[in-house]
């Protein structure tokens, strides 16, 4: 099969296309033929040797798929060869076929294409679980995403407005914002023109916000927490602006202010099974209704993979990138 493979650490352009050996399943895991994979934050860090994939898992680049079984290993009653579904990958989705546990597959919704499925996994996975399952957003609650026209921000805007929060998001243009608050977004901040701790301030009363869901990491760290009302929560799912800073302790104590951070790809099977079967329960009905659409930038063919890491670090984009073998 093709597979894009990065032929040393470096820029876009050490990504190649090449023929390589076709994946082995294993008992409790599908293979499925890659209709389309989408473009990730990470897949950047892998390509320049930052962020290996974890142990036993594809070499690879790509953290979702679509496509249609192939195979089914022994221990797997719920999927059928012929089913055509999205999967939330350890690596491995930029290639033709990729071998995944059956526990971190799910269908394609009703309503959206075999191809657009790819954009869903990673985004609802990640915000389901950090939003949602750990820092509990509920309906009445208000919310801020940082990088509201990204992937994550795209899908997190719509999510929350489904489940009954009031959504603020930053976002560093015009453009960007004009489409966060087509998504539903309640307050839309420019960070570039405007002190966001300020802007939530005023739209709050004073008081903050109850959640962030924050890729930016140190050098936002201060002002999340400023940005936070009595019993916020701040989860911090990237370190776009650094990993290490200073906090004063006693801002956490005052506001009983809880911080958290996870990410999805180093978890257990087991554990990713729990998130991605909580998905299909709670974020698939949305997909279903029309209340949550996949955002989609732009389709590149799978041996133009240097160029589409172009487009994402370039942060033009709007929503999510795809590949398509």
Sequence with gaps: MKAIV????????????????????????????VEATALNRADTFQRKGVYPPPKGASEYLGLECSGTI?????????????????????????????????GQVLPVPPGVSL?????????????WSTTFMMSRLSAGETFLVHGGSSGIGTFAIQMAK???????????????????????ADVCINYKTEDFVKRVKEETGGKGVDVILDHIGASYLKKNLESLNFDGRLFIIGTMGGAVTEIDLRALLSRRLTVQ???????????????????????????????????????FPLSEAA????????????GKILLVP
Excluded: M
């Design 162 to 184: 489904y489940q009954g929060a009031r959504v603020f998001v930053t976002a560093g243009s015009d453009e960007k914002l004009a489409v966060c608050k087509d998504l539903g």
């Design 261 to 299: 951070s996870a990410g999805l790809r180093y978890r257990s099977t087991e554990n990713k099974a729990v998130i991605v079967s909580d998905v299909e329960k709670n974020v698939w009905p949305a997909i279903v209704a029309g209340r949550v659409k996949p955002v989609i930038y732009k389709y």
């Design 115 to 127: 191809k657009d499925a790819a954009s869903l996994p990673e985004v609802a996975c990640t915000v």
């Design 6 to 33: 990065i032929t040393s650490p470096g820029g876009p352009e050490v990504l190649k296309i090449q023929e390589v050996d076709e994946p082995q399943i294993k008992d409790d895991e599908v293979l499925i033929k």
């Design 307 to 318: 160029e589409a890491h172009q487009l994402l670090e370039s942060s033009v984009h709007i």
């Design 70 to 102: 192939e195979a089914v290993g022994k221990a797997v009653s719920k999927w059928k060869i012929g089913d055509q579904v999205c999967a939330l990958l350890s690596g491995g989705g930029y290639a033709e076929k990729v071998a995944v546990p059956a």
